[in-house]
């Protein structure tokens, strides 16, 4: 043993171990996430079903091609388009409001919170199984509580879409309320003093202090909920699977039935991409707002 | 002036907490109700105007576990005494026990496969987490985005290739298929909640450790592990969840043998013998558990819903 070994340090280098910890992550997820998106981007480029013994047949852009000009498709987004405004919207009118009301010192604030927080916590497609039981035409309790005699909320194109965003807006303006809460506890109290001595009105000290410093959160809870209500599969494929007739078939339930039930790979990997590319673009710029909110 | 201004303000406060107990209980009304629904008769569960008030039973869940026939005559008095308690309940309904359902079956997948993930997930991403807080990786941030960007892809999307390749290699229909999946899942979500956790554990206890002849590992082993129990501890909880919740995956990727419980709790209504009673009973078990971690998790949700990006 030389002076110089007995003092490098006893067992792996640095360098080793950050390999070591980082590397099986990192190739674990290219492995079940990257390698499948280049297998799908290949299979998009071919008219091909796996559940025919008939090879694929290579057709260059035509499944694109064929996409972009069907009807259906773009029928298809703009349902989907209609839905994520609808229940992103109630989410951030819900979610800030009761924000607002909650941003004081009131008896038993952290249960009452738990307790509005508990629908965000559960599967989705479990509440979207009993709330079908809530929206019930003659038994069920929304009907009986809103005096709605025997409306028709699930089977019924018209309301559909709408039954399925207010689900959603119950499960998910609690998100939208927690990042508000986050936001709202934030602001310095010393600005409401000065706006109070200033006899600003309520009106003012809202839209001056409260509304731009909570606007980076508030932005943050949008951006998140606007990429998962375009995800949205488990709430509509429970409560509607879709229908009645294609009034609630979103993006992603349109691609599960040309994917499985109708075997269309080829065309359905094409679509998966072009979803992939909105999804991509939207969940760039919530990382964005996450990182900057990081860095405050 | 100011005497009028804070009686008014304190009016106002009044009315809001006011206001926020009302919300409350109208937002718990969904809750409650699959709740209650989960206790009822057969005949309760279903009435115009709807049931409040009944004599609680538990022959939901027992229908929910076991599978029936209708009975065609009444039971003997001797054959009704001799039956154990869940056999006299579903007598009393008109109905007679054959075997077992497949929904014990179907929760136990859930859990194993729920936890088995959490534990590979939780592992790898603490070992990630680690390596990205306490060393230089060159292009952290983008690595870091990378890891992050696998969660937001869409199921749907990801599960077309995917089950071509199971389907290759015969993952389809079994645990390690659907625990590879949920571990992927997690795994982004646990690197990145860790990362959090693990960077306010301050530098110094593993550069003193350092000194004392510690080697690296065992620093990271016996001092920032310790250290870090809470976070872990909540971001296994998440984990699980999310797992636990999952359903497209499942759906797609399942269909009997692995089959976990949220596509197969939907798939009963309108079979045969099952009614919403017994879909409440089984939604009443599968959320139950969820609902506790959440008071567990409370002062940790805004951290675990933004991925340990906000912290309070």
Not at chain 1, 49 to 71: F, T
Not at chain 1, 162 to 186: Q, R
Not at chain 2, 255 to 274: E, V, W, Y
Request: aromatic share 14%; net charge positive.
């Amino acid at each position: 043993m030389t002076a110089t070994a007995a003092t490098v340090r006893r067992g792996l280098s640095d360098l080793a171990i950050r390999n070591m910890f980082v590397i099986p992550t990192i190739v674990f997820l290219i492995l079940i996430n990257i390698f499948p998106l280049f297998y799908s981007l290949i299979l998009s480029f071919a008219d091909y079903s796996a559940v025919s013994a008939k090879p694929p047949d290579w057709i260059g852009i035509q499944n694109y091609r064929e996409l972009l000009r069907d009807p259906h498709v773009w029928e298809s987004l703009y349902i989907t388009l209609k839905y994520v405004i609808i229940s992103v919207s109630g989410q951030l009118v819900v979610g800030f409001g009761v924000a607002l009301l909650l941003n004081r010192s009131i008896p038993g604030k952290g249960t009452i919170t738990t307790l509005l927080l508990l629908p965000m916590m559960m599967s989705m497609a479990i509440v979207g199984l009993f709330w079908k039981l809530l929206y019930s035409p003659s038994w069920g309790i929304i009907n009986y509580l809103l005096g709605l005699q025997n409306f028709v909320w699930i089977s019924n194109a018209d309301v559909a879409l709408l039954a399925i965003a207010i689900t959603d807006i119950w499960m998910w303006s609690p998100f939208v309320m927690l990042l508000s809460l986050a936001g709202l506890s934030a602001i310095p109290k010393h600005l409401y003093e000065a706006a109070a001595i200033d006899r600003a009105s309520r009106w003012f000290t809202f839209r001056r202090i409260t509304l731009p410093l909570v606007t980076p959160l508030l932005l943050i809870a949008v951006i998140f909920r606007t990429m998962e209500a375009f995800k949205t599969f488990d709430l509509a494929f429970i409560m509607t699977g879709g229908g009645p007739g294609t009034a609630t078939e979103l993006i992603a339930i349109k691609l599960y039935n040309m994917a499985f039930p109708q075997w269309q790979t080829g065309k359905s990997c094409a679509l998966a991409y072009i979803l992939l590319i909105m999804i991509i673009g939207i969940s760039n710029i919530y990382i964005k707002y996450l990182n900057k909110a990081k860095e405050r | 002036m100011a005497a009028v201004e804070s009686t008014r303000s304190r009016f106002f406060n009044k009315v809001a907490i006011l206001i926020v107990l009302i919300l409350t209980v109208i937002y718990l009304i969904p809750l409650y109700w699959i709740g209650s629904t989960a206790f009822k008769p057969r005949a309760a569960a279903t009435t115009v105007p709807p049931t409040v008030f009944y004599k609680p039973e538990v022959t939901p869940f027992v229908k929910l576990f076991t599978k029936r026939v209708q009975l065609r005559k009444a039971v003997s008095e001797d054959k009704y005494e001799q039956a154990k308690w869940y056999e006299k309940l579903v007598y009393d309904a008109g109905e007679r026990i054959i075997t077992r359902s497949p929904f014990l079956n179907r929760f136990w997948n859930s859990i194993i496969i729920a936890c088995v993930s959490t534990f590979l997930a939780l592992t790898l991403g603490t070992f990630t987490a680690y390596g990205f807080s306490r060393f230089k990786v060159k292009g952290e941030n983008d690595w870091l985005f990378f890891i992050l960007s696998t969660r937001m892809l869409p199921p749907v999307v990801v599960a077309i290739p995917i089950f071509l390749m199971f389907r290759r290699i015969g993952l389809v229909d079994t645990h390690l298929g659907l625990i590879l999946l949920y571990t992927a899942l997690n795994l982004s979500f646990c690197v990145w909640l860790m990362k959090g956790f693990i960077d306010e554990i301050p530098i110094e206890y593993e550069e003193a450790a350092l000194v004392d002849g510690y080697t690296r590992f065992e620093a990271f082993w016996k001092i920032v592990l310790p250290q870090s129990a809470t976070g872990i501890a909540a971001t296994a909880v998440f984990s699980f969840i999310t797992a636990w919740n999952e359903y497209a995956f499942a759906l797609m990727m399942t269909n009997r043998k692995a089959q976990t419980a949220p596509p197969f709790i939907p798939s009963q209504l309108g079979s045969g013998m099952i009614d919403w009673t017994t879909i409440a009973a089984g939604t009443f078990i599968f959320l139950f558990p969820v609902a506790i971690f959440t008071f567990l998790l409370r002062k940790h949700l805004l951290r675990g819903v933004t991925f340990g990006a906000i912290r309070k």
